[in-house]
Structure formats: structure tokens, C-alpha cells
């Protein structure tokens, strides 16, 4: 079976970081886009980052950008997210989503675009 699975969650005070991972399993082929996403209680579910390819695009929410990095290794078909200067507002469950054809386009912070999905890891900053 495919599966995506999240690790490296947990409590952190603010402006401390964290770094997620999520491992990819049980695909014929990868998925040429992976991402994250994050929901906090009685929120939507956000975009948070994500990767195109071997990196050639990356995708950040606005709310992110220059404290979180996401990267891919393709060799172990694992995603990272590196988070810095974490604030109580990046609480929340953070899951690690993929796309099998993605375009450049499509590879964003859309969720309808992804289609297989982790089953979250959380991430508290207090």
C-alpha cells in the first residue's frame, strides 16, 4: 500500500525549531511533487510548502517564507521541513501530502491537488 508517514513532531518553545519528516512508501513511481500542509484546531487546512520535481520549484505560504525550508531526497524518498523562529501561531497538525503528476502549477498550496495524504504529525509551540 502507499503510504506517507510524519515524524519529528512535538513541543517546542517559541522561536526554537523543529524539523519534520515524512517517508514515502509502496509507490511504483514517486510522486513528482510532495508538500505540506498544516490545520489548526478550528481552521482549514493551509499549504505550508511544497516541491516540485528535484527541487526546481518550491512553494511557501506567505506566513513562512525565510524561516521554513522543505526539501526532498530522492534517494530515500523522504521530505523535510525545516522550521526556525517557531510562534504559537505555527501550532497545529502538520501533514505531509503528495501529487503523482503534478504540474508546476499544481504543486502549490492547494490541497484538492494532492491526493494521497500522511496522517499528521503535531507540532506545539508554546
Known amino acids: 500500500d502507499v503510504q506517507l508517514v510524519e515524524s519529528g513532531g512535538g513541543s517546542v518553545q517559541v522561536g526554537g525549531s523543529l524539523t519534520l519528516s515524512c517517508a514515502l512508501s509502496?509507490?511504483?513511481?514517486?510522486?513528482?511533487?510532495m508538500g505540506w500542509f498544516r490545520q489548526a484546531p478550528g481552521k482549514e487546512r493551509e499549504g505550508v510548502a511544497a516541491i516540485y520535481n528535484n527541487g526546481t520549484r518550491t512553494y511557501y505560504n506567505d506566513a513562512v517564507k525565510g524561516r521554513f525550508t522543505i526539501s526532498r531526497d530522492n534517494t530515500k524518498n523522504t521530505i523535510s521541513l525545516q522550521m526556525l523562529s517557531l510562534s504559537p501561531e505555527d501550532t497545529a497538525m502538520y501533514y505531509c501530502?503528495?501529487?503523482?503528476?503534478?504540474?508546476?502549477?499544481?504543486?502549490?498550496?492547494?490541497?484538492?491537488?494532492?491526493?494521497?495524504w500522511g496522517q499528521g504529525t503535531q507540532v506545539t509551540v508554546s
Open positions: 501530502a503528495a501529487q503523482q503528476r503534478a504540474t508546476a502549477g499544481t504543486c502549490a498550496g492547494t490541497k484538492a491537488w494532492y491526493k494521497l
Open positions: 509502496g509507490y511504483s513511481f514517486v510522486p513528482n511533487c
